[in-house]
């Protein structure tokens, strides 16, 4: 099992920027593909940013694709979510997530371990 920390949410003003940090402990972080998602009141969790282990496929949700960059410092056992352009709807608490598998997916099913999410409020 891999214990994951998020950290770096916070309120920001629309169009704006903000990087996330996961920190990871326990099951070799560097073997499993990471993740962000997250999850607005009132829906369900969605994918945001998904990558492999090391020269894998990265994945965005279109929502996000040319101003989110998801990268990952297996030094550090860290994962980054660097937001850029940021947009009201981009409102959520965001959660890090380790993957089963060593190349990246964009299914929820495919994470097995969660950190406890970090609050992001983009204000208009």
């Known amino acids: 099992q891999v214990q994951l920390v998020e950290s770096g949410g916070g309120l920001v003003q629309a169009g704006g920027s903000l990087r996330l940090s996961c920190a990871a402990s326990g099951r070799t972080f560097s073997r499993s593909a990471m993740g962000w998602f997250r999850q607005a009141p009132g829906k369900e969790r969605e994918f945001v940013a998904s990558?492999?282990?090391?020269?894998?496929?990265?994945y965005y949700a279109d929502s996000v694709k040319g101003r989110f960059t998801i990268s990952r410092d297996n030094a550090k056992n860290t994962v980054y979510l660097q937001m850029n352009s940021l947009k009201p709807e981009d409102t959520a608490v965001y959660y890090c997530a380790a993957s089963r598998f060593r190349t990246a997916t964009m299914s929820k099913n495919d994470f097995g371990s969660w950190g406890q999410g970090t609050q992001v409020i983009v204000s208009s």
């Open positions: 990558i492999s282990w090391s020269d894998g496929p990265t």
